[in-house]
């Protein structure tokens, strides 16, 4: 799997799936534009590509906010760059029922969890169009299965797998466009919680065990690359088949 001369683009590269995403991408010869709100962590990553051999920029800006992204494509055009392949990963979280969520939460997590999507293909949908390009989404389980407590969270997600669907119609032989459903992923997401915790989650998946972050870049690779030129609209899960093991 070759991404020699492609130009890809990850949100939330700062940590977890993002930064191993951004990583793998780059270890197959991409131009990696990696983007997070963290500029210290994003730093550190770039960096790492970078001592690996790889080509990795750091693109410091809020994936909610749209003046980021037109930074990002100003920056862009100064290094000669266009975009062929665009992975849609940052996120927030706030883990509360619907009735004691905020408005202001509850906007904050749809406009990073999703509005963010529209801004990205918004931005970059006439340089994906040019390149026959990708993009990928980074969507989870709880678009499918609900947990209490991910009110914001899992509309978002299941919004991000709807316009999966309607993006991949809508842009046809132009780009392609696939989803990936993780499930439980050892990542920073998962700080403080107890062993119980994660040994509940492992037992939920049919595998009896959480997945890594490189499990899922693999998943994002394949999808971005040629491998799966005949493959668009998908929404895979990458869950160690949490969503299809019956839970009692
Ligand atoms: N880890 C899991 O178990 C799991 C399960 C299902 C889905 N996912 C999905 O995988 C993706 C990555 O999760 P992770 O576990 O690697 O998370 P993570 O917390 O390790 O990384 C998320 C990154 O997004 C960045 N970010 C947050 N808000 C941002 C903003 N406004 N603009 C730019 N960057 C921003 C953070 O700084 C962080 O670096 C998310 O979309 C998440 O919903 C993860």
């Given amino acids: 799997m070759s991404f020699n001369d492609q130009v890809v683009m990850v949100t939330g590269a700062g940590s977890g ?19 997070d709100i963290d500029a210290g962590r994003l730093d550190q990553v770039v960096q790492e590509i970078q001592r690996q051999g790889g080509h990795a920029y750091a693109c410091a800006f809020d994936v909610g906010e749209a003046s980021g ?26 883990v509360k029922p619907l009735h004691e969520l ?24 006439a340089q994906l169009m040019a390149n026959r390009g ?15 407590g991910h009110p914001a969270y899992a509309a978002a997600k299941g919004g991000m797998v709807a316009l999966t669907r309607q993006l991949a119609v809508e842009y046809g032989s132009a780009i392609r466009v696939n989803a990936v459903l993780p499930g439980p992923i050892l990542t920073a997401t998962w700080d403080g919680v107890s062993e119980a915790g994660l040994a509940q989650a492992a037992a939920q998946t049919a595998l009896g065990r959480m997945g ?8 994002i690779t394949f999808l971005a690359s040629n491998a799966a030129s005949f493959v668009t609209g998908v929404s895979l899960p990458v869950d160690g088949g949490q969503t299809i093991k019956a839970q009692g």
């Fill in 212 to 219: 890594s972050a490189a499990e899922v870049a693999a998943a």
């Fill in 102 to 125: 905020t408005l202001e939460s509850w906007e904050r997590q749809l406009r990073i969890d999703l509005t963010a999507v529209y801004l990205g293909v918004h931005t970059f949908a």
């Fill in 17 to 35: 799936i993002g930064a191993v995403t951004a990583m793998a991408f780059a270890a197959e010869g991409a131009r990696v534009l990696l983007v």
């Fill in 134 to 148: 990708s993009i990928v989404n980074v969507a989870s389980v709880h678009a499918v299965t609900a947990w209490p």
């Fill in 69 to 94: 992204w037109h930074w990002a494509r100003s920056l862009m055009a100064e290094l000669g760059l266009t975009l062929d392949v665009l992975v849609n990963n940052a996120y927030v979280i706030e």
